[in-house]
């Protein structure tokens, strides 16, 4: 699994040096299925936060995120991906109350995503992420995703991040890594 978070660390992360990146938690599902994921506490010490993940989930859906717990329509977001037969897109518009980081993820093929927090913990502008995601099925549609996404409400800073499977559960073996990035 270091491996494979690692490979992604490189592949779409925020430009500054790997010895600029610390770790803060991880988190990996055992055999009981869950509905969500919590990264809390998180210290005020870093310039970005980085979160990577490989998930299975309990059938195909579009994860979501939501920060400090913030259930209000304050969220926006915007998708494009391609498939390798098409390319798309598609916005998800101010007002809704979570924004999506991946695409179809499933038991039978796992997904993967990098997702950057840009100031996160600047008290002066909005939030933004960054989000790199990308499947394989095995011979049927494979995809590349990019993800943006922003979140609207008073300059708070990000002290939670909550991962939730849409509708379904993350399964044994998803893995998620939450990074503090320093500087840049």
Same mark, same amino acid.
């Given at each position: 699994m270091s491996l494979?978070?690692?490979?992604?660390?490189?592949?779409?992360?925020?430009?500054?040096?790997?010895?600029?990146?610390e770790s803060i938690s991880t988190v990996?599902?055992?055999g009981t299925a869950v509905s969500s994921i919590s990264f809390t506490s998180i210290p005020a010490t870093f310039t970005h936060l980085q979160i990577r993940g490989l998930i299975n989930t309990s059938g195909a859906t579009n994860p979501?995120?939501?920060?400090?717990?913030?259930t209000g329509s304050n %969220? +926006?977001?915007?998708?494009l991906w391609g498939t390798g037969t098409g390319a798309f897109a598609n916005a998800q518009t101010p007002s809704t109350?979570?924004?999506?980081?991946?695409h179809n993820p499933s038991a039978s093929f796992p997904s993967a995503f990098v997702?950057?927090?840009?100031? %996160? +913990?600047s008290t002066t502008k909005n939030k933004t992420t960054r989000i790199l995601a990308g499947s394989d099925t095995n011979g049927g549609t494979a995809?590349?995703?990019?993800?943006?996404?922003?979140?609207?409400i008073s300059f708070a800073a990000i002290s939670s991040v909550q991962l939730y499977g849409n509708g379904v559960n993350f399964t044994q073996y998803s893995s998620f890594a939450l990074y503090g990035i320093k500087g840049a």
């Open positions: 494979i978070l690692g490979i992604l660390a490189q592949s779409g992360g925020a430009a500054v040096a790997a010895s600029s990146y990996t599902v055992g979501t995120y939501q920060f400090n717990s913030d %969220y +926006a977001g915007h998708h109350s979570t924004i999506y980081f991946n997702m950057d927090i840009l100031d %996160y +913990a995809e590349i995703a990019l993800w943006s996404g922003l979140w609207m």
